[in-house]
């Protein structure tokens, strides 16, 4: 257990010092970069030292350290608001998006897969095959105007983008989501059909359990544990997605956040998007694989 | 009987993009003319996919935007195939502080999920066709390096690798005649997975203007168009999309088939 925590240790610094040297990799100069060229030589001397970037390397990457402990992740250079208010107002939406996406991916993902493993070989699992190999071939910017051209436009059920209306979650949801449960389909057949054929389902079966229980309290607990972990790592994985996601539906979450710095070259904007979702992914890993050693007691970390 | 097996179509359609693309050098299309008077029309004689935005025509697009996103998926996973190897080799030989250092700086690459990383590489060095090779090949050399890396450290204590050693071979010819060969079918299993995620990701990278830049052709930036006219004129988009699904699918379910018969585990 704690050597998981401190195997994180260097990995956060790792991503911590990543982030800081992306501003460094602008080919030329950032500050010349991000205020066009019709900037005063004295606004850029300005910028350059609010941005700090006229320090050393090193002081400058203490600073970025220094602030980022005090929940200071600078300011926009166009608007001047400090990131962290822009954060903040973007995170629960992102965080909404993910969750939603999760839940339809476990919903759809988990009964599919256990329908496919049980009936293997058969209509079912070629059909659930055929479906989750099919989804994860539409990545977010095809599956998401897909999604909003039947159900937006042609049958007119939901909204086709925006946020305004309780329904408008649903499409990028569903967009999200739908990747997942392919990878969760599969994961969850191939772990099932491992356990089915190990002894302790049989035992299960040959004391004349239902086969409900046999399935879905002994195999499924078994076949689960290797899915939780996917479900983990992907659940990080989310929050990628939802950078194309939300640039479809123009969902106003941290991905679109993202994406307009990117545009308006508003660095620090871009620099603290990453590194939240970069460090959102590593906490969601850490969280998982320290469930998994709740979940099998076989896997202890000393 | 069933003239074409499930496994072939893959190959099929693989090699149906592969040819197109050639052909397409042979005809004198013109993925970048405008045509007014066609703005949107729908797929008709003269246009067999219909026009896009500026009455360009999406069928002579859709093959340009092939031919970018197969030469940047080919080209990066040549490079990164080469440069993974060769680093997960040497950490896998060396082992040490070597390979530390190597697992440390893989760890902090995969700690940024999916396309996140490429997205910011993209977006500090700025668009553009070798910009986008270039974010591209920063990212997708780590899966390489580990998986060479942990074949390389069970392969290292093996008989044929000691007794080579011990006859005094050269790293490089353990590396190269005694390591490698064994190592080929994981990594073409892995090269072949990636080169559709390379695919994917190219698009992404276009699709949120990072990539190839206005006008000329790439599917994700078609996408992002045909988005926009999704209403008046859906054949632009499930044109680009189904193409993009179809490759995609294709080189995914040819991983599947190669690594059942290289007898990968994954």
Known sequence: MLKRLLAVVPVVFGVLLLTFLLVHLVPGDPVEVM???????????????????????????????????????????????????????????????????????????????????LKAHHWPDKLATLLSLSLSAMPPFWLGPLLMLVFALWLGLLPVSGMENPGSIVLPALTLGFGLAAILTRMTRASLLEVLHEDF???????????????????????????????????????????????????????????????????????????????????????TDLLYTQLDPRVRYS | MRLISVRQWPIIVILFWILAVLFAQLFDLQ??????????????????????????????????????????????????????TLLGLVAGYFGGWVDRLLMHITDVFLAFPGILLAIAFAAVLGPGLNNLVL???????????????????????????????????????????????????????????????????????????????????????????????????????LAVGISLMSLVLAINVMGDTLRDILDVKR
Request: aromatic letters at 6%.
């Open chain 1, 35 to 117: 205020l066009g060229e019709s900037a005063t030589s004295a606004d850029r001397a300005q910028l350059r030292s609010e941005l700090g970037l006229d320090q050393p390397l090193a002081i400058q990457f203490k600073n970025y350290l220094v602030n980022l402990s005090q929940g200071d992740f600078g300011r926009s250079i166009h608007t001047h608001t400090p990131v962290s208010v822009l954060l903040k107002a973007r995170i629960p939406a992102t965080a909404r998006l993910a969750l939603l996406a999760f839940v339809i991916a476990i919903f759809i993902g988990l009964p599919l897969g256990i329908a496919a493993a």
């Open chain 1, 201 to 287: 389902v049989r035992t299960a079966r040959a004391k004349g359990l239902s086969e409900r229980t046999v399935i879905l309290r002994h195999a499924m607990r078994a076949a689960l544990l290797p899915v939780v972990t996917v479900l983990g790592l992907q659940l990080g994985g989310l929050l990628a997605g939802a950078v194309i996601t939300e640039t479809v539906f123009g969902w106003e979450g941290l991905g679109r956040l993202l994406v307009e710095s990117i545009e308006k070259r508003d660095y620090p904007v871009t620099q603290a998007c990453v590194l939240v979702i970069a460090l959102a992914y590593v906490f969601i890993n850490l969280m």
């Open chain 2, 31 to 84: 993925p970048n003319a405008i045509a007014l008077e066609r703005i949107l029309a729908a797929p008709d004689g003269e246009a067999w996919l219909g026009n896009d935005d500026l009455g360009r025509d999406i069928l002579s697009r859709l093959l340009a935007g092939a031919q970018v996103s197969l030469f940047i998926a080919i080209t990066v996973t040549s490079i990164t195939l080469t440069f993974g």
């Open chain 2, 135 to 237: 974010a591209l090949c920063l990212t997708a050399w780590v899966g390489y390096a580990r998986l060479t890396r942990a074949q390389a450290l069970s392969l290292r204590n093996r008989q044929h690798v000691l007794a080579a050693e011990s006859l005094g071979a050269t790293v490089p010819r353990i590396m190269g005649r005694h390591m490698l060969p064994l190592l080929a079918a994981p990594l073409m299993v892995e090269a072949t997975y990636s080169i559709a995620g390379l695919v994917i990701a190219e698009a992404s990278l276009s699709f949120l203007g990072l990539g190839i830049q206005a006008p000329n052709a790439s599917w994700g930036a078609m996408l992002r168009d045909g988005v926009r006219y999704l209403l008046v004129a859906p054949h632009f988009v």
